[in-house]
């Protein structure tokens, strides 16, 4: 259904993506990989909210690299320039998709759902947020700083953003009166992937997406 596409950031280089479309003046969603890179699951997840009436654009982080090895998704995700990634990438992603026309949102996974909440932090383009399972440092976007609607999944059984975590997350948005809604499901980390068979959980993954999309709809 998408096609890849170059897009303009701030500084005035170029990043490539893929963009669903949906057509002119729809809502629009910037769409952030996993540490695995812009691969076809992520076009995926881009395909179907078109198919939902929103414009998608996924931007290629890696620049072309994509693997299914942890140590190398580690290696990469290591590698990324958040603060690039997120003022230049993500926040020309949403200047491409505001001139298509109508509210951009933001959401993405893991790796993706930290630079969700950094782009609710840092991208004054974006007018809401859907996080899944990803947790940025709070040096570089303390969530008391956001002042848009967000929504978060998280995993009970996850080693990396885990519950402790979010319980602090959730505090840190609860003090500062922010406009947030974090679910919790009892699934693994990655469970709305459903090319992993170790962490795909098909319950949790459609409630997920019915609590997005009623989300999207009301707020965006």
Same mark, same amino acid.
């Given at each position: 259904m998408g096609t890849m596409i170059d897009f303009g950031r701030p500084d005035g280089g170029r990043t490539k993506g893929y963009l669903a479309a949906a057509g002119a003046d729809r809502p629009s969603l910037v769409v952030i990989q996993e540490w695995w890179g812009l691969n076809d699951q992520i076009c995926g997840v881009a395909d179907r909210f078109a198919r939902a009436g929103y414009n998608a654009l996924a931007p290629d982080l890696y620049e072309g690299r994509v693997t299914q090895e942890p140590d190398e998704a580690n290696h990469l995700m290591s590698g990324l320039d958040f603060p690039g990634a997120t003022h230049q990438d993500l926040r020309g992603a949403a200047l491409h998709l505001q001139g298509i026309g109508g509210n951009v949102a933001v959401?993405?996974?893991?790796?993706?759902?930290?630079? =969700? @909440?950094?782009? %609710?932090?840092?991208?004054?383009?974006?007018?809401?947020?859907?996080?899944?399972?990803? @947790?940025?440092?709070?040096?570089? %976007?303390?969530?008391?700083? @956001?002042?848009?609607?967000? #929504?978060?999944?998280?995993?009970? #059984?996850?080693?990396?953003? =885990?519950? #402790? %975590?979010?319980?602090?997350?959730?505090? &840190?948005? =609860?003090?500062?009166?922010?406009?947030? /809604? @974090?679910?919790?499901? &009892?699934?693994?980390?990655?469970?709305?992937?459903? =090319?992993? /068979?170790?962490?795909?959980?098909?319950?949790?993954?459609?409630?997920?997406?019915?609590?997005?999309? &009623?989300?999207?709809?009301?707020?965006?």
């Amino acid at each position: 259904m998408g096609t890849m596409i170059d897009f303009g950031r701030p500084d005035g280089g170029r990043t490539k993506g893929y963009l669903a479309a949906a057509g002119a003046d729809r809502p629009s969603l910037v769409v952030i990989q996993e540490w695995w890179g812009l691969n076809d699951q992520i076009c995926g997840v881009a395909d179907r909210f078109a198919r939902a009436g929103y414009n998608a654009l996924a931007p290629d982080l890696y620049e072309g690299r994509v693997t299914q090895e942890p140590d190398e998704a580690n290696h990469l995700m290591s590698g990324l320039d958040f603060p690039g990634a997120t003022h230049q990438d993500l926040r020309g992603a949403a200047l491409h998709l505001q001139g298509i026309g109508g509210n951009v949102a933001v959401m993405g996974f893991c790796m993706g759902g930290a630079l =969700t @909440i950094a782009s %609710a932090v840092h991208v004054p383009e974006v007018k809401l947020g859907v996080c899944f399972y990803g @947790i940025p440092p709070k040096e570089f %976007a303390d969530p008391a700083r @956001i002042s848009m609607p967000l #929504q978060c999944h998280f995993a009970n #059984q996850d080693d990396w953003c =885990t519950p #402790q %975590a979010v319980d602090e997350l959730e505090a &840190d948005l =609860t003090a500062a009166g922010a406009n947030a /809604e @974090i679910h919790r499901y &009892d699934a693994a980390h990655g469970f709305f992937n459903e =090319t992993s /068979e170790a962490a795909y959980n098909a319950a949790a993954a459609n409630l997920a997406w019915r609590r997005m999309s &009623d989300y999207l709809a009301a707020n965006l």
